[in-house]
Structure formats: C-alpha cells, structure tokens
C-alpha cells in the first residue's frame, strides 16, 4: 500500500461457545484519525477491540496496521497503545513510574525515558503530581496518567475501552474534550469503544454503530444524524420521531416502512408553517422538564407516538392538552422495514 491506512480490519469473524461474537466486520481507520464504536451490551465492540489488540484471536479475517498484517503477531509486538476503563495503574508505582513502565520494558536509553516522561507529563498537566502515587490523585488524574502511560511507547494506534465511563460528569466532561484536544496536536490514530452516542459523536472521525456483530453503519457524526441508513440505526440513535409509512397522508403513503425525521423539525403549528408540512393533531400524555430541554410526550394518528422538544423556559402542556404539530417535508426522509 503506497499510503497504508492506520488500521484495516478485513471480515473479522469470532465465534464464542458456539454463538457468533464479531460476524464478518470490515473496518477502516485513516491515520490520525478517531474511530468510535458504539453500541448497547454485547454488541461486539469490546470483543472487536480486543481481537484488534491481539487479546482476543479470530477465528477468520485479518487485521493490518501502517500496511503491515499484524494478525498473528502478539499484543506486545503490535505497536498498539491500550487505556483501560479502570486506569490498570500500579498502585505501589509513582505517576512518573507508571507513564515509564512501558519504556523501561522496551530498555530504552535512561536519558530517553526521562525525557519522554517529562514530555508526556507536561502534555496530560501532571508534572507537579509526579512523586503521587495513584491512590492520591482524582479519578480523572489517574485516567490522564492510563494515558499517558499508553502513549509512553508511541503506539501506531491507541485504543480505548470505555475510558471516560467511571467518572463523574463534571470529570468526564472536560477530560474527554482535553483528549480530544490533545489527540489533534498529537496526530494520534485512535479506537474508542463507547456506549455513549454524546461521547462518540464529540471525539470521533467516524462513529461504527454496531449490533450483533456486526457493523450497521459507519459514518461522519453529521452523517448519521441527518441521514441514519437504517430503521435500527435511527431508533439507537434516539434523535428521531417515527411515522408509520402506511398511515402517512398523501402523496408521502407507502406500502412498507417508515418516515423519520429529526426531533428538532417537530414544532407547534402557527401561521408561519410551510404550506407542505405535515399537520399532525396529537394529545399530550406527558412532559418531562429537562435541563436542556421539556420532553413532550405525544400521541398521533394511527396511535403513533412523538416526542416534541420545547425550550425549558416553555409552560410545559398538561397532560390530555391537544396540539397542532407540523414537519416540514425537508426534514423526512424515507426508511425500509
């Protein structure tokens, strides 16, 4: 390959007890860039990311990195970063121990080591934490010492299982948006296994959501908001309202499938709507105030349900209030069964 993406994953396949795990996936990471894989339990995406490290063999397929197959090559010869979902640190280690631990077993030079520490302390802002020992830093300091141990070594790729997941939100948070910062200056390929579509959509390149093994669409986060593949896909998501195709008004009736469109598009009705929107009269069964937004729970023709997104500040309706919705027809778009 003249110019090798970071990572290519070709029909990885791996059967566990005789139920299939990981069914036929092909990947593709560009370098420098963060693929994210996302889905619900068992879906495969921690087994994938374990089979990419080399701590989990697959049963067909091949995995390549910078050009070269790595398929069969043990974990400590694949170039590959891992940061664990709880740290794995050494708890009887200093912080400037753990970032070296990786360099010392590759026996570089002293000087090389304590200059990459340094380094690597400087780039996660724990150089006044150096002498600590884990037990003595937050949640989120220990996660950015996993890190920087992962990258001591400088991987090819670094890949990531639920990395952000133990901490609190007022952690995760802003530890989340520094790596992301710091992956761009670095250039760093990265895999990041996740559950949550906020966190994927932020750090990733490309999101792969995943369901029983296999991958049901990969794609840019602007694509698969506005433009989900598949019914699946759009209902993991939860960023859509669903209308039954059959029970559409015309001309938009059909004989199979559904017509989705973004929470967003659905708004009360008042004389500004387009003249080819969908009207839609529906009764309120229930609101939700939000910190963001007031969920409204709503129930259409064909005892179709929707959720409208009103402002925080809106007068929540009550419940058994009618409303006039409308969709604008730009927003909808076509799915099969």
Known sequence: MANPSALLVRQASLALGGRPILQGIDVELPRGQVLALLGGSGCGKTTLLRAIAGLQPLDSGSVHLDGRDISTLPTARRGIGVVFQHYALFPNLSVRDNIGFGLQARREGEAAQQARVAELLALVGLAEHAAKRPAQLSGGQRQRVA???????????????????????????????????????????????????????????????????????????????????????????????????????????????????????????????????????????????????????????????????????????????????????????????
């Not at 093994?213 to 433009?227: D, F, K, N, V, Y």
């Not at 015309?250 to 500004?272: H, M």
């Not at 309706?317 to 730009?330: N, Y």
Request: with cysteine; proline share 9%.
């Open 147 to 337: 890190l920087a141990r992962a990258l001591a070594p400088r991987p090819s790729l670094l890949l990531l299982d639920e990395p952000f997941s133990a901490l609190d939100e007022s952690f995760r948070i802003p530890l989340r948006r520094s790596f992301r910062q710091l992956q761009r200056e670095l250039g760093q390929s990265c895999v990041l296994v996740t559950h949550d579509r906020d966190e994927a959509f932020e750090l990733a390149d490309r999101v792969a959501v995943m369901f029983d093994g296999r991958i049901e669409q990969c794609s840019p986060p602007a694509e698969l908001w506005q433009r989900p593949r598949t019914r699946r896909v759009a209902d993991f998501l939860g960023a859509f309202n669903r209308l039954d195709a059959r029970t559409a008004p015309e001309p938009w009736r059909r004989d199979a499938g559904c017509w989705i469109a973004p929470l967003a598009a659905l708004q009360v009705a008042d004389a500004g709507t387009a003249p080819d929107a969908w009207r839609l009269a529906t009764r309120v069964l229930a609101a939700h105030p939000g910190r963001q937004h007031t969920s409204v729970e709503l129930q259409a023709w064909g005892e179709q349900m929707l959720t409208l997104n009103l402002p925080p500040e809106a007068a929540a309706p009550a419940p058994g209030m009618q409303l006039e919705l409308a969709l604008p027809a730009v927003a909808l778009q076509w799915l099969a069964d």
